[in-house]
């Protein structure tokens, strides 16, 4: 049997129903057309995610928490001295599979600058932190290793606080003095501002980021905890990007040898913020609901259509069958019938998909667009559900009995 | 050993809990290159016994052998290859397929068997066509023809394949006095080209044209 034929045969069933066609093709078209455009999306937001962790640092970065105490802890936990500088110190001389620590103080101070004063965070680490968390001054220079074994009274501004202290010209900050805390502190460095927009009517997704002031860890351990070493977290970062669970085994290993207890929990940092990107959830959910109502909807009118056309060429598939057709090339028959409007739904669906996508992309500002293999899902949708839809009639011509066939009508 | 042998047919049709026997126990022998007329009344059974000798059905009861073979056990795809192979089918209302062209409708039956390509269907097709003087056809539709070029259309699609047997369902039913001469003109000249033909017909001027005239009444063949 050719397919040309029951292609030909399928193009002229479909003017002969020609109203039904149109419905079916429209919930094909709407189904893949949605479909395309839920996995354009999708796509777009996975790069999207995979941008923000690489502005925050990039894949490799880990961070370690103190886990929170039992309700009744063991003396074994009471023992443990929690997450503390040494930790860092030791991992920074022995973790072969890092290749920076930055262990973390934070609270917040009042800062003052003449007139100016306002309460805000402060972040106490080493040299480090800029390069795992990739960012970079802008003016002036980050905490120097030098700082921190010397335990300076220096600060490096977060772009926000140098705006807002300095009057919107953050440059000026440099060499100035600010009080952080009842302490003065030189400016020695202005951080670059830091954006990520998940969508333009979204804030910035760093903006936190702009609005602190880092010192070194032991000026902070000095000037505010009494001598005190613990810390309020400990981002590590691993040799290679990909390098992040290996890392972390090894993190885990050397913490647990020198804790004596588990009483801490590592993460990948990209992992906890890419969270965020669950603000798109609900539009892939829309478009996935309207695809998969349209793809039903249409599948059930190419039902409709093929078991009418099967029931009015009864004799036609008698004659098949007297002339040596199969019952399975009756079927397929059928179902290379069904195809034509498959195929032709499917390519119009990819269409509106790709208009969709970049109207989304357009009015959404997101990366999404259509690949390969989006379109190649896209006609495989149609392509199934077509045939989904033309099993029963199929099944129904293939099932004939020749006899009756030719002596119907 | 005759190429058709039929040994008390029976086929009995089940309505509800009626029994409607069609075929009451009905012997046949058909010689290779015989040209035989069953001729009967309306609801004779001639039919009946038509698709079960082409194998489009299976007797209720009974042996029928094909070419030495015993196709009555046989059924589906077994069945569906026999037919294409073995059998060629004409029937009164021409049954041609309307968006196919003449060629492509005569090609048919080889593109059901499998194996050649479009180029040898056609070729075939093309030339069953000459023999049957409808090459000036072979692009138009079943639409475009008279009622005789429609059945001599027909006949070269049951011959196309080269069946061992033609079944012949009342071929000048649907036509005028003058293309139904013309049709039983082309099976004349099948037959003497050496193909074996039964025809069946309740037309006794129809029947005469045949080796043998075989009478069926009430699912019997008649004595
Ligand atoms: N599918 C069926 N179900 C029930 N009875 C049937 C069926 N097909 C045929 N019959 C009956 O079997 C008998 C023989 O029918 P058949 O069609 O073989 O007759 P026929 O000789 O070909 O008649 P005609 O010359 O009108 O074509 C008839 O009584 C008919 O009603
Ligand atoms: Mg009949």
Known sequence: MSILEALLVGLDEARRHLGQTLLSLLGLVLGTGSIVTVLALFGGQTKQTEAFIIEQGG???IIVYDREESLQPTPMELASRRLTYRDAAYLKDHATMLKGVAPGYFDRHGYRVGDMDFEGDVIGTTSDYAMINAIFPMAGRYISDLDVRRQARVMVLGWAYADSLFKGR????????????????????????????????SGNALAHRNRRAYIPITTAFSQYTGENDRLDFLTLKAITPTGGPAAEAQVHQMMLSMHGVEDFDIQPLGQRNADD????????????????????????????ILLASVAERVREFGTRMALGASGFQVFAQVIAQVSVISIFGGLLGLGLGAALTGAVAHFMSQPAAVTGSMAAVALGTSLAVGAVAGFYPAFRAARLSPVEALRYG | MAL???????????????????????????????????????????STLMHILGCLDSATDGSYRLGGTDVGTLRGRAL????????????????????????ENVALPLQYRGGYTRRERRGRAGVVLERLGMSHRVGHRPEELSGGERQRVAIARAL??????????DPTGNLDSKAGAEVLETFREVHA??????????DPNVADEADRIVHM????VAA
């Open chain 2, 217 to 220: 009444i009430d699912g019997r």
């Open chain 1, 59 to 61: 894949f490799g970065a």
């Open chain 2, 160 to 169: 196309v394949g080269e069946p061992a047997i033609l079944l012949v369902d």
């Open chain 2, 80 to 103: 569906a290859r026999v037919r294409n192979r073995k059998v060629g089918f004409v029937f009164q209302t021409f049954n041609l397929m309307p968006r196919l062209t003449v060629e």
């Open chain 1, 277 to 304: 990107a669950q603000f798109f959830l609900m539009f892939n959910i829309i478009f996935l609901i309207v695809g998969l109502i349209s793809l039903f909807a249409g599948g059930v009118v190419i039902a409709n």
């Open chain 2, 193 to 202: 080209a050496g193909n074996t033909i039964v025809l069946v017909t309740h």
């Open chain 1, 170 to 201: 953050p440059e000026l900050a440099l060499d100035k003095i600010v009080n952080l805390g009842g302490k003065n502190y030189t400016v020695v460095g202005v951080m670059e501002r830091e954006e990520f927009y998940w969508a333009p009517w």
């Open chain 2, 4 to 46: 058709l042998e039929a040994r008390d047919i029976t086929k009995i049709y089940r309505l509800g809990r009626v029994d409607v026997p069609a075929l009451r126990g009905v012997d046949l022998d058909v010689q290779q290159g015989e040209y035989v007329a069953i001729l009967g009344p309306s609801g004779s059974g001639k």
